[in-house]
């Protein structure tokens, strides 16, 4: 799908991101009233409910939008606010619901492992039922992670930048389900029908990284698939610089597997024309020199545009991001015509009595 045609929403188009900032809210206070019961049993993704009982199959879909947590559900709405509108301008409320849905997916199918296993294994933390918001928060912030990396979240500090927001997400989930969530169900509760919250920390890893691979290899822009520039790789997205390496080794053991399955060509043309030397050799000074002086990233990092494949992907969400400014020009001039031919109408409806008054003397 080429992002330059679906454009910004219209006012008559329906949103996404307004729903979903509406909508969670509400369901956030349903969650925590006493008869939410029901509406746990609607939404919750319960195995003998989705897939024996009742074949509620929207379940899959449904349990990221429950949640009983006011962080988390902040959290999400700040993530929403920042990056989906984003998304959704460029991309239309579709991509954004088909982006949504593969972490969703992802999640559910795992859940739903994870909930078979417990009357094989018993255990009994893997029983779940809901993954609340974060799983979300953690994939909006991908987004807004590949399309603008070096943008400082924080005005009074540089040092946080959009690709590290995902890394800050995904490290308070796992906060939360090792410090803060509940402990886990015992079996009593289960069998007496109890719903309970999937661990945080398990569904924002699932999330993050299917939410990423989706970006980095399968979803297509233009005549591209996937991102295959340096700076969306996975290493990129956390810090410091040891877990940086720490990660980037994982990657280097996990991508010829990728590149079985027929993903990844554009990412390994990459790197055999730019080469991992220069890469590699840019995380050995960020170890080396973390606690002296401070490196720029970008003299590390190959230069913006130095492959085929880096320069289209640029040049195409530097066109995105003009069409869209163009548009929202375009919305804002169509609005003081407007308002300036209202004020006309009226005046003309003020003066038309006083000349009736004068042809009539």
Known sequence: MNLLTEGTPTATQFSVVKALLVSLPIIFVCCLIGSSQPLMYTFALIPSHTLLVHNYIWNIATHVFLETEPISLAVTLSALSWAGGMEEAIGGPSQLCIFLAVPTVAMSLCMIIGGALVARVGLLWLYMAYSGGLPLAVSLALLK???????????????????????????????????????????????????????????????????????????????????????????????????????????????????????????????????????????????????????????????????????????????????????????AAATVSSTATDGLEDFALLSAPDATADKTA
């Open 145 to 331: 992670a590949q399309l603008s990396p070096s943008e400082v979240v924080l005005p009074w500090t540089n040092a946080l930048r959009a690709r590290y927001v995902p890394m800050l997400i995904w490290c308070y989930a796992v906060f939360d389900d090792l410090f803060v969530a509940d402990a886990s169900p015992t079996l009593a509760q289960i069998e007496a029908g109890g719903v309970f919250k999937a661990g945080p920390g398990l569904t924002t890893s699932i999330a993050f990284l299917s939410a990423w691979f989706y970006l980095r290899f399968v979803r297509r822009s233009g005549t591209t698939r996937g991102d295959p520039s340096a700076s969306f790789a996975l290493h990129r997205l956390f810090a410091p610089a040891p877990l940086r390496l720490l990660v980037a080794a994982m990657g280097r053991i996990c991508f010829p597997f990728v590149r079985l399955f027929g993903l990844g060509a554009e990412v390994a043309t990459m790197k055999a024309e730019v080469g991992t030397e220069n890469d590699n050799a840019a995380d050995r000074l960020l170890v080396v020199s973390s606690a002296e002086a401070p490196i720029s990233e970008a003299s590390l990092c190959p230069l913006p545009g130095s492959t085929q494949a880096e320069a289209e992907r640029r040049r195409e969400l530097a066109l995105i991001a003009m069409k869209s400014r163009m548009q929202r020009a375009e919305a």
